[in-house]
């Protein structure tokens, strides 16, 4: 198939970007590394009137580390993010997700604001930003705001994004102290999209009690979803009396939205879900243990 006909814009600053969204209105799509827009234009599932290629907007692109977090431009490559010691060093979750992203190839091309805004429940990045309480900034015509993680992602494959806004960063808070971080996924191969994932972050305090953590899922509903619970009933208490099993079924034990498909069933995915929350405690906890 080949995509419907559109117009191509390929603008240089991010204010001519955000100029052409408040001009075009619903009729115009950004394009970033396109990874997931192309396949769905040439699928004809979706349509738009014109394109906004994002390449040539050299500001969109960087890592920066400032007042203890680290701003990741929206169109910076998951290859970048990869290759990165910085991220691999104070951002180790975001690091450690991305190799389970599609394939090089893919990663080589693909963005991080893209994968935030494309929103798919069943994606990394989502689920780490939401871990991380992450910050997302986006520009308009009219000015800029940030929108934390847990008010971005609204449901499937929808944002707080406006139509006249451009997604141009994520700002991730850089854990201190004794801190583990881990991800863990089912997925049918290797860079499929996951049918159910976790993502932990746990710091002890010098006794070796969980201070804080946080827990996140993703594939297990229409966007990713923090286990508020689960984190609760564990801060405070000493990270050897934590049975991470039960922390797993506490995860997904609220959860009302599981989908079923060809891929597994909702009661299926719930107990893979609560098994990778499991097994993402335990090595989170083993780390920081280490640190």
């Not at 600053?13 to 209105?25: K, M, P, Q, S, Y």
């Not at 935030?116 to 992450?134: I, N």
């Not at 719930?270 to 243990?289: D, F, L, P, Q």
Request: with cysteine.
């Amino acid at each position: 198939m080949k995509p419907a006909p559109f117009e191509y814009h390929a603008p240089t600053t991010a204010d001519e970007v955000v100029g052409l969204l408040a001009e075009l209105g619903d009729g115009a799509k950004v394009l970033a590394g396109g990874q997931s827009l192309v396949p769905i234009l040439a699928l004809r599932l979706s349509a738009f009137e014109h394109l906004v290629d994002l390449r040539k907007v050299e500001s969109l692109r960087g890592i920066s580390r400032t007042n203890g977090s680290v701003r990741i431009g929206a169109t910076t490559t998951q290859s970048t993010v990869e290759r990165s010691a910085e991220v691999a060093g104070v951002v180790p979750l975001l690091a450690r997700a991305t190799p389970f992203i599609g394939h090089f190839q893919i990663r080589n091309r693909g963005t991080v604001g893209g994968s935030l805004a494309h929103a798919d429940p069943a994606a990394e990045y989502p689920a780490v930003a939401l871990a991380l309480d992450a910050e997302l900034e986006m520009l308009s015509s009219t000015g800029t705001r940030t929108v934390a993680a847990a008010d971005f992602f609204e449901g499937l494959w929808t944002t707080a994004v406006g139509e006249d806004e451009l997604l141009t960063a994520a700002t991730f808070p850089v854990w201190t102290g004794r801190c583990g971080f881990a991800i863990e996924e089912l997925a049918r191969r290797h860079g499929d999209f996951a049918v159910a994932g976790a993502c932990v972050a746990v710091a002890l305090d010098g006794s070796g009690a969980v201070e804080r953590c946080a827990i996140s899922t993703f594939g297990l509903g229409p966007k990713p979803l923090r286990a508020t619970g689960a984190e609760a009933s564990a801060v405070g208490t000493s990270a050897s009396d934590v049975n991470a099993d039960e922390v797993g079924r506490a995860a997904v034990a609220d959860l009302d939205d599981i989908p079923s498909d060809v891929h597994g069933s909702a009661d299926y995915r719930r107990h893979v879900g609560a098994v990778m929350v499991a097994r993402a405690w335990t090595k989170a906890i083993e780390e920081a243990a280490r640190a």
